[in-house]
């Protein structure tokens, strides 16, 4: 009866649980009543900045003012040189006075937890956000000029925008996309060579004379398709490495079903990596593979690889994690949604579906980031007719998966809240594994501005190996830092090389002594991989297919 309220009650409040937020709420307001100093130096700074705001108010109208307080570097909303004119200047300018003091009232408050700290700013900064004057026609001047030279055109097709927007909330029906797997992305031509109830394993077919004896196997994570991996040609990470003599596999994973609830984590290694591992080895003769896991399909290959390496199983040549966490004490702005309220208050909305459904997992990710992703893209999309740029990252971001219950319910529980894998306590076939047992060479990349997977987080898998491990840390998020291809603008990447015997080097004093280069990272992974690869030989001969690549399991919805 528990879950089945749980499960109500979280379709009512966007499966965030109450009690989390009556916790953290309560604990930052008992503690702020305690705490008269920080009650006197909030009252003092809300009469500077109404002193401040006024002062302004009255010299923005005779045109000579300056700005009390600008921005954030990141915070775009009031860029537009509209924003700086009379009376828009004062609302913009009021906006943020109040956001500052709010971020001083929800952050120092002596007592209050840090977790319960950074919920309260966060949901402190969501509300502000949802009342932040670009989001309204009658106080945003971007918005009223768009109207006038379209006369109300931008208002009738944002309005149509809108509705179907909201019609495909209230069906789950897909969003519209220009690049679909197998036709505009996924064409890197290959085959599936294995199946089984949770995998496709695809091997691409080779596209030089000769090819690196080691097979590479990439696993991606599960939260999305795989073809982040493999887009449109020119942003195809696969494609780049085939071209450079790698024989490449990728696992694509099943969208799983409410029968599937039962699949654990352990499922997702033993019939993903280790069952793909058999079928490369047998397929290819080769002796050793070197290993790519994506984010979360990282972590589980650390946890693969850790097992293999206490268990005396020597089939993997080398390692390479992508924004991929082996330690969870730093998660990041994730950890916001996870305490034991919140994984207790999840796992009854998925014991009543039998997973995570798409929409509630990108549901908190949008919120991680709703000035971008939620007001500023409702400003563009339904005020100012702007579409929604559509290419293949935008098209492979609305193509999500599901979850298994169970499943998730294990990664949030051992991983994220104990962190048994960095403190050696993750049971693997009744007995732990150890991170330090892993000694084959370890290239693990980090993203500058990663909310998923922060860098520092990714870092961590430097003091916790026992082996060579070369960090690269490259420009970009979590997505579009990875998918870097040589000739994208503006890319930039640090990389260096901790032996297995040196000195511990914190990410800060890292980051600072290694030298910046310019350009995608790919060429300079390509490199230390092919040093991994052995020698150049004919191309395996190919295995039975079971279909061409993309394969069946990327296409089901």
């Known amino acids: 009866m528990d879950l089945a309220v749980n499960a109500w009650l979280g379709r009512l409040t966007g499966y965030i649980s109450p009690a989390a937020l009556a916790a953290a709420w309560q604990d930052w307001g008992a503690h702020l009543l305690l705490s008269p100093a920080k009650q006197m130096e909030l009252t003092v700074q809300a009469a500077a900045n109404a002193e401040r705001w006024l002062h302004y108010s009255a010299s923005a109208m005779l045109g000579t003012a300056d700005e009390p307080v600008r921005p954030l570097a990141q915070d775009k909303r009031f860029s537009d040189p509209l924003w700086h004119t009379w009376p828009y200047n004062q609302l913009s300018q009021g906006f943020l006075l109040a956001q500052q003091w709010w971020h001083r009232a ?59 927007d909201a019609r495909r909330a209230l069906t789950g ?76 596999y990728v696992l694509s994973w099943k969208n799983p079903e409410a029968e599937d609830r039962e699949l654990s984590l352990d499922d997702y290694r033993r019939l993903g990596i280790m069952a793909a591992l058999d079928a490369i080895v047998a397929q290819t003769g080769a002796p050793k593979v070197n290993a790519c896991g994506y984010c979360i399909g990282g972590t589980l290959l650390a946890i693969a690889a850790a097992a293999m390496a206490r268990d005396g199983d020597h089939r993997l040549a080398s390692m390479s994690l992508l924004a991929a966490q082996v330690d969870f004490t730093e998660p ?96 693997v076939d009744g007995r732990p594994v150890a991170l330090t047992d892993i000694h084959i060479p370890v290239f693990a990349v980090g ?9 520092r987080s990714v870092y961590k898998v430097v003091p916790l190996s026992d082996t060579d491990v070369t960090f690269l840390l490259t420009s970009g998020g979590h997505n579009a830092g990875v998918v870097s291809p040589p000739g994208t603008p503006k890319r930039s990447y640090q990389i260096a090389t901790h032996a297995h015997d040196g000195r511990y080097v914190d990410p800060e004093s890292w980051q600072a002594a290694t030298e910046e280069r310019q350009g995608s990272w790919w060429p300079a992974w390509e490199s230390w991989l092919a040093r991994h690869a052995g020698p150049m030989t004919a191309p395996p001969a190919p295995a039975p297919s079971l279909g061409d690549a993309p394969g069946t399991y990327v296409l089901q919805p």
């Open 173 to 248: 029906g897909a969003p519209e996309v220009s690049c679909r797997p197998g036709r505009e992305v996924a064409i890197t031509p290959g085959s599936v060579v294995l199946q089984n109830h949770l995998v496709e394993l695809i091997r691409y077919a080779p596209q030089t004379p000769q090819v690196h004896a080691v097979p590479l196997l990439i696993v991606p994570a599960w939260i999305m398709k795989y073809y982040i991996l493999d887009l449109s040609p020119e942003n195809s990470l696969v494609r780049y490495l085939v071209g450079h003599g790698h024989t490449v």
């Open 106 to 164: 929800t952050t120092g408050v002596r007592g209050v937890s840090p977790h319960h700290s950074d919920v309260v700013t966060f949901m402190t900064r969501q509300l502000l956000d949802g009342v932040a004057p670009s989001n309204f026609i009658a106080t945003n001047p971007v918005a009223q000029q768009a109207t006038l030279s379209s006369g109300g055109q931008n208002l009738v097709r944002g309005t149509v925008r809108a509705a179907g």
């Open 447 to 455: 993203t500058l501005t990663d909310h998923v997977a922060p860098w």
């Open 332 to 427: 990041g702005e994730l950890s916001l949604f996870i305490d034991d309220s919140q994984v207790a208050f999840l796992e009854a909305v998925m014991w009543q579906q039998g997973y995570l459904d798409t929409r509630q997992m990108a549901g908190a990710f949008q919120l991680l980031r709703s000035s971008d992703l939620i007001w500023s893209r409702r400003l563009r999309h339904y005020l100012l007719d702007i579409p929604d740029k559509d290419n293949d990252l935008a098209s492979w971001n609305a193509d999500a998966t599901r979850m298994p219950y169970r499943m998730h319910s294990e990664y949030l529980r051992k991983l994220f809240l104990k962190n048994s894998l960095a403190s050696s306590r993750y049971i």
